[in-house]
């Protein structure tokens, strides 16, 4: 079911907006009238194709909204899962053009990385504690992960470099912890995601001193997003929902799944 959330004083005004997500195993879809938000979840993947526009025009009918009547609509452009992303551009495309409105491409780890400061934004009275730099990780499958960094700025996630596929044990923060100021940076750094059960054993063991919050991208965030995309001149032409992609390889092959067993099976066997 449809939830209807009133806008906080976290939350900056807002336009109407459609914003959906099927990045991940998760589909989230949103919509804003500037006054209330919309929010509707529901299996992600390969699974939304069938029921992301059924979904999509029911929030839009509890919101009493036409497409026609939106500033925009924003769609999670990717990295992730590879039907999900064509799935959301095409649903994009199709809306948007049909509707006359402009689109607003989301990257994922942006998305990602906005929820984490808003859910810690809630849970801190004092900015003094909250993540000053905040590093969003999405399960990429194929033994790796979506890795990008970012910076607060007066309340924004600014990206302090391009997403980048890692491998868990491979992942590097010395960098993006520098320039967190004051003594106690790794405090100040946040880490959010989906790795932190999947690739327990492997994450560098310099995490368990980050916060860490357990999150996916979605639409609440990208519609919180929006306003300053849409300000900003982000939109859009509806032929340009375009994905991004990270990897351009679907799957590993059968005999490149075996090497990767054998080499797992090594490393448990002989631990560095």
Same mark, same amino acid.
């Given at each position: 079911?449809?939830?209807?959330?009133?806008?906080?004083?976290?939350?900056?005004?807002?336009?109407?907006?459609?914003?959906?997500?099927?990045?991940?195993?998760?589909?989230?879809?949103?919509?804003?009238?500037?006054?209330?938000?919309?929010?509707?979840?529901?299996?992600?993947?390969?699974?939304?194709?069938?029921?992301?526009?059924?979904?999509?025009?029911?929030?839009?009918?509890?919101?009493?909204?036409?497409?026609?009547?939106?500033?925009?609509?924003?769609?999670?452009?990717?990295?992730?899962?590879?039907?999900?992303?064509?799935?959301?551009?095409?649903?994009?495309?199709?809306?948007?053009?049909?509707?006359?409105?402009?689109?607003?491409?989301?990257?994922?780890?942006?998305?990602?990385?906005?929820?984490?400061?808003?859910?810690? &934004?809630? !849970?801190?009275?004092?900015?003094?504690? #909250?993540?000053?730099?905040?590093? /969003?990780? %999405? =399960? +990429?499958?194929?033994?790796?992960?979506?890795?990008?960094?970012?910076?607060?700025?007066?309340?924004?996630?600014?990206?302090?470099?391009?997403?980048?596929?890692?491998?868990?044990?491979?992942?590097?923060?010395?960098?993006?912890?520098?320039?967190?100021?004051?003594?106690?940076?790794?405090?100040?750094?946040?880490?959010?995601?989906?790795?932190?059960?999947?690739?327990?054993?492997?994450?560098?063991?310099?995490?368990?001193?980050?916060?860490?919050?357990?999150?996916?991208?979605? &639409?609440? !965030?990208?519609?919180?997003?929006?306003? #300053?995309?849409?300000?900003?001149? /982000?939109? %859009? =032409? +509806?032929?340009?929902?375009?994905?991004?992609?990270?990897?351009?390889?679907?799957?590993?092959?059968?005999?490149?799944?075996?090497?990767?067993?054998?080499?797992?099976?090594?490393?448990?066997?002989?631990?560095?």
């Amino acid at each position: 079911m449809p939830t209807t959330v009133p806008r906080t004083a976290l939350t900056p005004p807002t336009g109407r907006f459609l914003a959906f997500d099927t990045s991940t195993d998760r589909m989230s879809i949103g919509v804003s009238d500037g006054a209330q938000q919309w929010l509707h979840e529901g299996a992600g993947g390969p699974l939304s194709s069938a029921t992301l526009i059924p979904a999509i025009l029911q929030l839009l009918a509890d919101a009493g909204l036409r497409l026609d009547q939106l500033d925009a609509i924003a769609f999670g452009r990717g990295p992730g899962s590879f039907t999900g992303l064509r799935t959301a551009c095409a649903v994009a495309q199709g809306l948007a053009l049909g509707a006359g409105v402009p689109v607003l491409p989301v990257d994922s780890l942006l998305a990602l990385a906005e929820e984490a400061r808003f859910q810690w &934004a809630l !849970a801190n009275t004092s900015a003094d504690n #909250a993540p000053q730099t905040i590093t /969003a990780l %999405l =399960d +990429a499958r194929m033994d790796e992960m979506y890795v990008q960094h970012f910076r607060l700025n007066k309340g924004a996630c600014q990206a302090l470099a391009p997403c980048v596929l890692v491998r868990p044990e491979a992942l590097q923060l010395s960098a993006v912890l520098q320039s967190a100021e004051g003594p106690d940076s790794e405090a100040k750094h946040g880490l959010a995601g989906n790795v932190f059960e999947v690739y327990a054993a492997r994450l560098p063991a310099l995490l368990t001193d980050c916060n860490r919050l357990t999150a996916l991208p979605g &639409a609440a !965030a990208m519609l919180r997003l929006a306003p #300053a995309m849409l300000a900003s001149g /982000a939109a %859009l =032409d +509806a032929s340009q929902a375009l994905p991004l992609y990270i990897r351009d390889k679907v799957a590993l092959t059968t005999d490149e799944r075996a090497e990767v067993k054998r080499q797992a099976l090594l490393e448990h066997v002989n631990p560095s």
